[in-house]
C-alpha cells in the first residue's frame, strides 16, 4: 500500500473511530481527543491526493476509497452532532443527499474510464464543512464548561449559520456539478 493509499484509509477508519467516540457521553477529554483525531482526518484529505498527483502514485483504490473517506469523514460527525441534539438531522439531510448523488455519480463515471475531477466550488464545500463541524467542536466543549450563557448563544447562532453556510454551498455545489455534467454529454 502506498502513502496515499494509506492515509485514505486512515482517514476511512478514524471516521469510524470518531463516529463511535461521539456515541459515548460528552466530557471535555472526550471531545478534545475527537478534535484530535478530526484535525488528523482533515490533514488525510489535503495530503493523499497531493502526495498522489506528485509522487504519480495515482491508484484505482485511490480514485474510488478518497470520495468515500472524505464524505465518511464529514457526515458521520454531523450525524454524530445531530445525534446528540446539537440540531435537527433535517441539517444533515441535504449535505448527505448530495454527497451520495455525486460520489455515486463520480463512481459511474470512474468505472466506465473516466475521472470527474472535483471543482473549485467542491473544494470550498468541504472547508465550509470542517469550519461547521469545528464550531459544533468548539459549542460542545463550550456546553461542557463554565461559559457565560452570552457566549454559549453566540456559538449556537454561528453554529447555525454555518449549518445554513455549508447547506447552501452544498446544494449549490451539486447543481453546477449536474448542470456541468449535463453540459459535457450534450
Known amino acids: 500500500m502506498n502513502i496515499p493509499n494509506f492515509l485514505t484509509t486512515l482517514r476511512l477508519c478514524l471516521?469510524?473511530?470518531?463516529?463511535?467516540?461521539?456515541?459515548?457521553?460528552?466530557?471535555?477529554?472526550l471531545i478534545l481527543i475527537t478534535v484530535f483525531l478530526f484535525t488528523i482526518s482533515a490533514?488525510?484529505?489535503?495530503?493523499?491526493?497531493?502526495?498522489?498527483?506528485?509522487?504519480?502514485?495515482?491508484?484505482?483504490?485511490?480514485?474510488?476509497?478518497?470520495?468515500?473517506?472524505?464524505?465518511?469523514l464529514i457526515l458521520s460527525v454531523l450525524f454524530a452532532f445531530s445525534r446528540m441534539g446539537f440540531f435537527s438531522l433535517w441539517?444533515?439531510?441535504?449535505?448527505?443527499?448530495?454527497e451520495v448523488l455525486v460520489t455515486g455519480v463520480r463512481l459511474v463515471?470512474?468505472?466506465?474510464?473516466?475521472?470527474?475531477a472535483a471543482e473549485y466550488i467542491g473544494k470550498l464545500k468541504?472547508?465550509?464543512?470542517?469550519?461547521?463541524?469545528?464550531?459544533?467542536?468548539?459549542?460542545a466543549l463550550c456546553r461542557l464548561s463554565a461559559v457565560s450563557s452570552v457566549?454559549?448563544?453566540?456559538?449556537?447562532?454561528?453554529?447555525?449559520?454555518?449549518?445554513?453556510?455549508?447547506n447552501l454551498i452544498t446544494?449549490?455545489?451539486?447543481?453546477?456539478?449536474?448542470?456541468?455534467?449535463?453540459?459535457?454529454?450534450?
Not at 484529505?45 to 502514485?57: I, S
Not at 441539517?91 to 448530495?98: A, G, K, L, T
Not at 468541504?126 to 459549542?139: G, K, M, N, P
Request: aromatic fraction near 14%; include cysteine.
Open 109 to 116: 463515471y470512474l468505472h466506465r474510464g473516466m475521472a470527474l
Open 151 to 166: 457566549i454559549l448563544s453566540t456559538l449556537n447562532i454561528l453554529m447555525y449559520i454555518m449549518l445554513v453556510a455549508a
Open 126 to 139: 468541504t472547508v465550509i464543512q470542517i469550519v461547521t463541524i469545528s464550531v459544533c467542536f468548539i459549542t
Open 15 to 29: 471516521a469510524v473511530v470518531i463516529f463511535a467516540l461521539l456515541q459515548q457521553p460528552l466530557t471535555v477529554g
Open 43 to 72: 490533514f488525510t484529505d489535503l495530503f493523499d491526493g497531493y502526495l498522489a498527483r506528485r509522487l504519480q502514485l495515482i491508484t484505482a483504490y485511490g480514485k474510488i476509497a478518497d470520495p468515500i473517506a472524505d464524505k465518511a
Open 171 to 186: 446544494v449549490y455545489s451539486g447543481y453546477l456539478f449536474f448542470s456541468q455534467l449535463k453540459i459535457k454529454q450534450q
Open 91 to 98: 441539517w444533515v439531510w441535504p449535505i448527505f443527499i448530495r
